[in-house]
């Protein structure tokens, strides 16, 4: 059984949007809803009542009402939502306009920028205008290759407000990886900075843009903004125009805000991309809307007086939710740069500084500065905090066991998980419910989240794959340049017909918790016994000799290996001694199986540029297979750590 970790006051619970929504939704059903495992119940058993009660209590702003809240519910893919609803997703996320800051940006190594509301929205309406006036209309796809910051988000907003689909990258991919994106949604409008800071060095957007650009023959109008330099040298872009020249003509006003249907495009989001050209996920704004606003105000208890961040870049679907934190009137918080520079403790500084009370992250991010022997609660005031999310892997119990340590021991910890996939959660917090280590604390409202056995059985207790299965809204409305279906049905649904197969190897708990094993196509099958990697990670990266690792299993006389590789501390060597307490530790705490059959040093691990660990390039590259998109990893240079090692040959 799991440890305990924390729970909440009935005072916490009593005030909590969650206990709210279960008297609401009591009232308006003549329920005696008590608990949230009920009411969890309940919203899988009703989705229909379920998500007509959502709608209601976030207060989902529209023009025209629905006409019924759900049809072909049977089927996945093909239910559709709050039919004949037309909406606007800007609007609901510029619904206040008040002098309450709305947005804070901290650029590494620069005085924090602020927005209130009302600010927000005159300068949305702004730009909106000036996209209007260069023809952007709905269903035009609109691009950001920004940094973090203010602009990015007044951009979104403008061209959603008009319709206009948006899509973004980080400024940090190389330019195929930017091409093998936007290059499938041929962009009307890209907006970009001049550049960006990350560990204290200045970087050039405008050359890869320059490079960009005759690849991307549909651009009519580059918006750049002036952030590495005052005043940027356009001369190179041809038709460019910085940001404020752009928005000259257009004075502030009213807004008009075109309203759709609910299933209308918003997003196009993309796949890792590391295993071939990444998928263009398209998302509609009804569907990210209600899902946001469940997973905002009822999993993580947001309100109008919250303060909350998300370490996150623009090409990672965190950046997408985060920003619907405007629709719940709360301060949100972007940062973009390194979040170990000028020192390993930047972000809780800036947590300290900003009177940050969610303060949202990935896993990797919280086992480094642990190794990094940062003690948040001790050299910074985290006194407003009350909620630690983390995602992009599965956390550690080490780290669940660091956060109550060393950042504070009352708050509640949301590990959770989903994905770009679905722009959302299966899995994640519960602000009434108690936190155990190791577990995310429960599945989402509304979604029937499942673990299958190889049999197709529903099992708990139990290691399998994650399944959903009943419709959401959220779910992608499919791939672009996919008009019949097929590569979106082949990602998700030609596994378990008629049900979500999400790729993740996972446990549904006693506490009817969840714990998150791995990726099940990275998952490890020495002698047929299916294996997590995340269990493997768990107890290797508490060693204070190894800084990281990645463990892939190598095909080996007619069976799998585990291979386990490792990046030591500074000074430390893989002795004898070393590599015996590392399969000891291994071996003590899971099984025989996941003992490594080889350890093996590299200087370096890879990642996507989303933080996530990539096993199979790595499992790519110890076979001899090639890695067809390199672009997609943050530091692609690692595999070749892995090519050629002799060691894997006996």
């Not at 206990?19 to 009591?26: I, P």
């Not at 209590?57 to 809240?69: D, E, K, L, T």
């Not at 990797?364 to 910074?380: H, I, M």
Request: with cysteine; hydrophobic share 40%.
């Amino acid at each position: 059984m799991s440890q305990l970790l924390w729970q909440p006051t009935p005072e916490q619970i009593a005030a909590s949007n969650m206990t709210a929504f279960m008297q609401y939704v009591n009232r308006k059903y003549q329920l005696f809803i008590q608990d949230y495992n009920q009411l969890y119940q309940w919203s899988i058993d009703r989705p229909a009542d379920f998500w007509a009660a959502m709608w209601e209590f976030g207060g989902v702003i529209f023009s025209r009402p629905y006409s019924r809240v759900v049809t072909d519910l049977d089927k996945m893919p093909g239910a559709r939502w709050f039919l004949d609803a037309r909406l606007n997703f800007a609007q609901n996320l510029l619904r206040y306009r008040d002098e309450q800051t709305a947005l804070i940006f901290q650029g590494e190594g620069r005085p924090a920028e602020k927005i209130s509301y009302a600010g927000l929205y005159d300068l949305v309406s702004r730009t909106a205008r000036a996209l209007e006036a260069l023809g952007v209309k709905q269903g035009d796809r609109v691009v950001g290759f920004m940094p973090n910051m203010i602009q990015t988000v007044v951009a979104m907003l403008a061209a959603t407000s008009l319709g206009a689909i948006w899509s973004s990258c980080s400024p940090d991919f190389g330019i195929k990886g930017v091409l093998d994106r936007f290059g499938q949604i041929a962009p009307k409008v890209l907006f970009t900075a001049d550049g960006y800071f990350y560990g204290g060095k200045v970087f050039d957007s405008l050359e890869r843009v320059r490079g960009l650009l005759p690849e991307l023959p549909s651009i009519e109008k580059v918006v750049v903004v002036p952030y590495a330099q005052p005043e940027p040298d356009l001369c190179a872009l041809p038709g460019a125009v910085l940001w404020e020249d752009f928005l000259a003509p257009h004075p502030a006003g009213e807004m008009e805000f075109v309203q759709l249907p609910f299933d209308h495009p918003l997003y196009i989001m993309y796949s890792s991309g590391t295993t071939g050209i990444p998928k263009c996920i398209v998302h509609g704004a009804g569907g990210t809307l209600i899902q946001h606003l469940k997973e905002l105000l009822l999993h993580t208890d947001l309100k109008r007086s919250d303060t909350i961040f998300y370490y996150t870049t623009c090409g990672w679907m965190m950046w997408n939710w985060l920003v619907s934190s405007l629709a719940v009137g709360a301060t949100v918080v972007l940062y973009d740069g390194s979040p170990f520079h000028p020192h390993p403790g930047a972000l809780f500084e800036m947590a300290e500084k900003q009177g940050i009370t969610v303060f949202g992250t990935s896993a990797k991010y919280l086992a480094a500065v642990e190794k990094e022997g940062v003690r948040p609660g001790k050299q910074y005031d985290l006194s407003a905090l009350r909620a630690v999310l983390s995602t992009g892997s599965p956390l550690s119990i080490e780290s669940f066991y660091y956060v109550y340590r060393e950042i504070k021991p009352d708050l509640q910890l949301a590990s959770i998980s989903g994905g770009t996939d679905i722009i959302s959660c299966f899995a994640l917090g519960n602000p009434t419910g108690p936190v155990y280590a190791g577990q995310l604390q429960c599945r989402g409202l509304g979604m029937k989240v499942e673990a299958f056995d190889e049999q197709g059985r529903s099992v708990l207790g139990q290691k399998g794959e994650l399944v959903c299965t009943m419709p959401f809204p959220s779910m992608p409305l499919g791939f672009w340049n996919d008009p019949e279906g097929k590569k979106y049905r082949a990602a998700y649904f030609d596994y378990y017909p008629n049900v979500w197969r999400h790729g993740d190897y996972v446990e549904i708990t006693p506490q009817n918790g969840v714990i998150i094993y791995g990726r099940s196509d990275a998952t490890l099958n020495p002698g047929g016994v299916r294996i997590g990697t995340a269990e493997i990670y768990r107890q290797v990266e508490t060693l204070p000799e190894v800084l990281d690792s990645i463990v892939v299993g190598q095909d080996w006389q007619g069976d799998v290996r585990v291979i386990l590789f490792v990046k030591l501390a500074p000074g430390v060597e893989l002795t004898e001694e070393l590599q015996h307490k590392i399969r000891r530790t291994i071996r003590e705490n899971t099984t025989p199986r996941h003992v490594p059959a080889k350890i093996l040093t590299v200087p370096d691990i890879p990642y996507t540029i989303n933080g996530k660990k990539v096993e199979l390039a790595v499992r790519n590259v110890i076979h001899g297979q090639p890695v067809l998109n390199q672009d997609a990893l943050a530091n692609p240079e690692a595999l070749a750590y892995f090519a050629g090692r002799t060691e894997l040959e006996s």
